[in-house]
C-alpha cells in the first residue's frame, strides 16, 4: 500500500493512539477512525488489522486520514450540490434503508426450542452424514494395462509404496501426478462402481481385479473409510435456527413484495 500522506495534512492536528485501542485508533479533528474506518480499506475480514506490521498499520491510517480530510474539504467545497452527489447519496438511503428493514425483520424472529425440535424430528434424514472414504487410484485405458499394475504391486514388499510410484509413471488421470490421491471424500461422491468397490473393500488394501467405469479400468488403494452418522439434535439446533429464521425472513419478504407490487406501478423494459 503506497504512502499517500502529504506534507499538509501532516502539519495538521491528529491525535494518535495506540493502533491496538479497543475503540479507535486515531482521530482527525476530533473524527475517530474506528475499526468500521479500517476494515473498509482492508475489505477483506480475514485480515487481522492488529498482526499487520506497525509500518503497515500506519499507511493504512494515513489512508484513512486524507480520506477524512478530503471529504471534509469537499463539503466546504459545497459537494452536496452537485448532481452526482445527491444522485448517489439517494441509491445509498434506498440500499440503507432495505439493509435495516431487513436487519429489523431478522431480529423479530426468535425460534422456539419445540419449533426447532420439530423441524428436526421431521427432517432427520437431512442431518445425516455420508461414510467417507480416504482412497487412491490408477485409471488405465485398458484392462489388460490394469491386471498388469495389479500383478505387479501384488510382488511389491512395499505395496503402498509401490501403488504410488505406479500411479505417477501409469495413471492417465490427473491424481496421477500425487500417486493417485483422491484425498478423503463423501462415499457416494463417485461414480458408483468406483464407490461400491472402494467401500466393498478393507483399509490398507487395493483392488485385486480392474475396476470398470465410464472413465476407464481403476487400480484402487483403500486408505481409510468412516461410517456414516446421523448428527444430534444438539449438532444441529444452531443451524436449524438459522433455517428456520431464513424461512420467516423469505416468507415476510414474498408476503410484502406481493401486496406492494399490486399498487406500484413497474415497467420492465
Known sequence: ????????????????????????????????????????????????????????????????????????????????????????????????????????????????????????????AKFIVPPTLKASHILLKEEAEAKSIIKQINKASNKKAKFEALAKTKSIGPTGKNGGSLGEFPANQMVPEFSTAAQNMTPGSYSKTPVKTQFGYHVIY??????GKSLSFNEVKGNISQMLIGNAYNKKVKEVSDKLRKTAKIVIK
Not at 222 to 227: Q, R
Open 1 to 124: 500500500m503506497k504512502k499517500i500522506i502529504s506534507s499538509l495534512v501532516a502539519t495538521l492536528a491528529i491525535t494518535s493512539v495506540s493502533l491496538n485501542a479497543a475503540d479507535y485508533y486515531a482521530s482527525v479533528d476530533g473524527d475517530k477512525i474506528t475499526k468500521a474506518d479500517v476494515a473498509l480499506v482492508l475489505q477483506d475480514p480475514r485480515i487481522d488489522f492488529a498482526k499487520l506490521p506497525k509500518n503497515a498499520q500506519s499507511q493504512v491510517l494515513e489512508q484513512i486520514i486524507n480520506k477524512k480530510l478530503l471529504a471534509k474539504q469537499a463539503m466546504k467545497d459545497g459537494i452536496e450540490n452537485d448532481s452526482s452527489y445527491k444522485d448517489a447519496l439517494k441509491k445509498m438511503k434506498q440500499d440503507l434503508a432495505f439493509q435495516v428493514w431487513q436487519k429489523n425483520e431478522i431480529e423479530k424472529v426468535k425460534p422456539s426450542e419445540s419449533e426447532m425440535k420439530k423441524f428436526y424430528d421431521e427432517n432427520k
Open 222 to 227: 483403500l486408505d481409510s473409510k468412516k461410517a
